[in-house]
């Protein structure tokens, strides 16, 4: 089983649309979950953590369930500027350790 | 967060030969990360750099291949040794910055793009 899972897509969405996405992991003992966005030829960057209550910013809400091992992203109100990898992100072993990634998923936002 | 630095940012390599690959932080951080990501592919952890003590390989990558070093809180050099097309990537490095109640966040490097011929 692979350690971080995500529908690769594409994602073809109107804009305007809402989307969401869902990602699984596999170590149930994981401590930190993250969301990044990845750009073309660009280095990832953070787009939000996932806290265990859940979190919002702006047009993109984050959850996280632990019991089933998922981890989700809502993006609402879609924008052109959308478009993007995202990429499902998980601390599995601790603050010394690294990130395992997913393969992420590729949105497109259609005008 | 912090300003990351990675140089140099692209290079293109014969097969044997080496690549020195340097990553510089704007303030000191507690940790630092290396990771390739091969075309099409996502993100795989290479090593954590350790400050003042061997690297931290993770499962698939050797000390031979890939050494590390570290040898203050804000910059660390990736050498890809004897390198083959297979190795042709982009490598990033990343830091975690340690903050009160901090989340283990890592910030990325622009990365370097390698292409061996």
């Known amino acids: 089983r692979k350690e971080v899972e995500q529908d690769p897509g594409p994602f073809n969405v109107p804009e305007g649309a809402t989307v969401a996405f869902n990602c699984t992991y596999s170590?149930?003992?994981?401590?930190?979950f993250f969301w990044y966005r990845q750009d073309c030829r660009k280095e990832p960057k953070l787009l939000m953590s996932v806290y265990s209550s859940g979190n919002e910013d702006g047009r993109f809400t984050a959850q996280l369930n632990r019991a089933s091992q998922y981890i989700s992203l809502l993006i609402r109100d879609s924008k052109l500027s959308d478009s993007a990898t995202y990429l499902c992100?998980?601390?599995?072993?601790?603050?010394?350790?690294?990130?395992?990634f997913g393969k992420g998923t590729h949105l497109i936002i259609q005008p | 967060s912090a300003v990351i630095s990675q140089k140099p940012s692209r290079d293109i390599c014969q097969r044997g030969t080496s690549l020195t690959i340097q990553c510089q932080v704007d303030s000191q951080v507690t940790m630092m990360f290396w990771y390739r990501q091969q075309p099409g592919q996502s993100l795989t952890l290479i090593a954590t750099a350790n400050q003042g003590s061997e690297a931290t390989y993770e499962s698939g990558f050797v000390i031979d291949k890939f050494p590390i070093s570290r040898p203050n809180l804000t910059f660390s050099t990736l050498t890809v040794s004897n390198m083959s097309p297979e190795d042709s990537s982009i490598y990033l490095c990343?830091?975690?910055?340690?903050?009160?109640?901090?989340?283990?966040?890592?910030?990325f490097g622009p990365g370097t793009r390698l292409t061996v011929l």
């Open positions: 990343s830091v975690r910055v340690a903050e009160p109640n901090d989340y283990n966040e890592q910030f």
């Open positions: 170590n149930s003992a994981s401590q930190s």
């Open positions: 992100v998980v601390n599995m072993y601790g603050g010394a350790d690294g990130l395992t």
